[in-house]
């Protein structure tokens, strides 16, 4: 049973600290208090933590002092902070010193929980990557990334030569080639890494909220705007916004944006104050905006803005030899996670791996291992452990005009669509050989020639 999660909890009132206290000890964690700043320090310097929650206003040290001592002692240690719902700047202040993130009182238990779930979740992961990536003994060592090959390498080479700048980025590719961990690994590495690093994702969120989410807005803009609130670009000042799938972004927005980029000064909605701010942007996306310009979707001036540095990472399909070391490193993650025994792959596994499309990239590949994992019944991953998307991928080789996915034989095809009756038929021959068309005769030396091996006795 893998340790619980120890978390430091300042907090001067000594009824809700109680209250957080107990309920943080149901949800699983192991729980330690302090009524004040002088204590938890003296707490933090004595024992490790993975998580602290702090009030914003203490007696003595305030919640902001104590949060930028609190990141000397250990840097990479997530704290989030709780701040009265009408002191907002408040938590502006917080995040712009290092906060991981902020709850605005009255706030929900369950509220709460799920932002520290959250920033536990991104610990580990960063911690699991920092490990693996010694491990690998990589020349670029980028948190999160996983790069051998030297389409990746070059990726990172011109990442590396960029962070130090404040310039203004686009990376491109496909969905789920890990655009978000190039624009993190490019903020860890800048002259604004001790700054917030702050992610918009344009297409979550509707197009009537896009422009509020990005600017602010203040009391009374809107109906339900019962207090100002400040937007992402205040959030993000001296430090980096990463803003993704920029083209979808509206027109309108488009405009404002445009002028964030040029002027460093906005407005937020409802509000006639002009705010300035010093952000880096990193966009983003999956499109091609030069097809966008010539469609009259996007603001030519904001392409040639954004685009001072391109950045376009390959599919994984073009990486491939990427893939044995993204395994070894997505098994041992879910390995952990689900407390099972450490995985292995079964060079027949890999080869099925190492054959695919992967339509979906690196994210695919991801949830294919976790499948795998989840499924599988012993410490090795066999074949019949992974499931592929076999519809996916033979979509994405139509829409490219070709009559197989680039990079794959027949012979190829065929034991994937083979592969892919047998789990639809649960492992029985006779139902998976009607799905084919073929004969079960025709379809037991079809396996043989694969090497898939016929036990005696097959449950019919």
Known sequence: MPDKPAILLVEDEPKMRRLLELQLADEGFVAQTAPDAELGLQMLSKQPYDLVVTDFKLPGMSGLDFLQAAKRIDANLPVIVMTAYGTVESAVEAMKAGASDYVLKPFSLAELILVIRKELDSKHLRDENRSLREALGLKYKYDNIIAQSEKMQAVLRLAERVAPTNATLLIGGESGVGKDLIARAIHHHSQRASGPFIKINSTAIPETLLESELFGYEKGAFSGATASKPGKFELADKGTLFLDEIGDIPAAIQVKLLRVLQEREFERLGGTKTLKVDVRLIAATNRDLRAALEEGTFREDLYYRLNVVAIDIPPLREHKEDIPGLVDFFLEKYAREMNKPAAKISPQALKLLMEFHWPGNIRELENVIQRAVTLSEGPVIEPSDI???????????????????????LDQWEEEAIREALRRA????????RLLGLSRNALRYRLSQMGVPDPEKDSE
């Open 387 to 409: 499931q592929l998307d076999i519809a996916a991928a033979k979509a994405t080789g139509a829409a490219a005009n070709h009559f197989l996915p680039p990079g794959m034989t």
């Open 426 to 433: 649960d492992g029985n021959k006779s139902q998976a050989a």
